[in-house]
Structure formats: C-alpha cells, structure tokens
T-cell receptor, first 113, second 113 residues
Framework: DGGITQSPKYLFRKEGQNVTLSCEQN?????MYWYRQDPGQGLRLIYY???????QKGDIAEGYSVSREKKESFPLTVTSAQKNPTAFYLC????????????FGPGTRLTVT | AQKITQTQPGMFVQEKEAVTLDCTYD???????LFWYKQPSSGEMIFLIY??????QNATEGRYSLNFQKARKSANLVISASQLGDSAMYFC??????????FGGGTRVLVKP
C-alpha cells in the first residue's frame, strides 16, 4: 500500500539532545512537509521541500533542520536550540507542490524532559 | 497574507443528526483552494473535501458537503447523518497563489449516542 510512514510513534529525549524524526513516502510525491501541532491547536509549518536537494523554511523553522537527499525521505532534526520541542510532529506530501492536497503520516509525539 | 478562522472550539451533535462547522477565510488572491481535514484522537490527518475558488458547485464527498459562499468568504463543512466515528477534531485550511497551506485552529466535534 502507498502511504507515508513516520517512526517512531512516541519519542522521548533529554533536554539538550538533538533528535531526528523519520518520514518516508512511497507515493512518488515531489513535495514534502513538516508540521508541528501543540495541544488543542492547529498545524504550523516548519519546513517544506518541493524537490530533491531543495527545501524552504516555513513559519517556525528556528531550532529545526531538514534534508532532502532522496525523493522518498524527508527527515526532521529537532536541535537543542529549539526552546519548546515537546509537541506532535506531522509529515505530509503532495503531488502538485505546496498548493495541492496533502497526505499526512500518522505523526510522532516527541516529549523532551 | 491568507488567514483561516474557525470560531467554534467545540460542539456536541446527536447521532444521526447533521452538523455544520464554520470556517471563514481571508485572501486577496482570486485563485485559492479550501480544504477540510479530520483528525481523530489517534492523530493522523484525514483529507475530507476540497473546494476550488472557481468551482461553480459546492463540493460533496459522501456525507460531507462544503457550503461555499464566496461573497461572504465562508467555507462551512456540513456532515450529514452523524456517526459516533465522526467524533474528532476538524480543521479548515486554504492555499492561495501557490502559497503554503494555512490551517485554522480547529473545531472539536463530539457525537452523542
């Protein structure tokens, strides 16, 4: 089945550690995205990539980094510079670039203590 | 800049009744797209329905319909014959001029048996 996978579902880290969240898609989509969701709130865009080896900052990129070395993979690193990293992180992809319908992965819930 | 507003933080609906979720938007671009997503307690975002700004008819997908009132800049979601499985968070989102997808704050729906 085609889809987006994010692993792990739950992730726990100590403050001051970098952590990388995985996102893989087999939908052959060009564009991929990372969103952050805090409790009771909507999604905010962290980074997006419309093509391999290229990515742009979203609304809340500070303290995060990404790479897009392969079409199917778009890992997100939450660095120690991110002040409040505890959140729910969602990865998405789309066929027609940033203006198109996006398909979402199951999400990773990150807790930093 | 584009903006999405969902004014209903939460609502109850009786099973088998219809429910309308409000969404207003703001953009100066004549070409835009409107989306509704469902987020169950498990966290994944499920695409429900799409309406393009130039579409003449309101979009429908099964029990979901979008009441698109362009002059009022509203894109309300109507769920007919509510089911217990419809209990979830619902997000309205829009994109314009190839810009990023912007989400509203969401409405929590709880279906009562």
């Amino acid at each position: 089945d085609g889809g987006i996978t994010q692993s792990p579902k739950y992730l726990f880290r100590k403050e001051g550690q970098n952590v990388t969240l995985s996102c893989e898609q087999n939908l052959n989509h060009d564009a991929m995205y990372w969103y952050r969701q805090d409790p009771g709130q909507g999604l905010r865009l962290i980074y997006y990539s419309q093509i391999v080896n290229d990515f742009q900052k979203g609304d809340i990129a500070e303290g995060y980094s990404v790479s897009r070395e392969k079409k199917e993979s778009f890992p997100l690193t939450v660095t120690s510079a991110q002040k409040n990293p505890t959140a729910f992180y969602l990865c998405a992809s789309s066929v027609h670039g940033i203006a198109g319908e996006q398909y979402f992965g199951p999400g990773t819930r990150l807790t930093v203590t | 800049a584009q903006k999405i507003t969902q004014t209903q933080p939460g609502m109850f609906v009786q099973e088998k009744e219809a429910v309308t979720l409000d969404c207003t938007y703001d953009t100066s671009d004549p070409s835009y797209g409107l989306f509704w997503y469902k987020q169950p307690s498990s966290g994944e975002m499920i695409f429900l329905i799409y309406q393009g700004s130039y579409d003449q008819q309101n979009a429908t997908e099964g029990r979901y319909s979008l009441n698109f009132q362009k002059a009022r800049k509203s894109a309300n979601l109507v769920i007919s014959a509510s089911q217990l499985g419809d209990s979830a968070m619902y997000f309205c989102a829009m994109t314009a001029a190839g810009n990023k997808l912007t989400f509203g704050g969401g409405t929590r729906v709880l279906v009562k048996p």
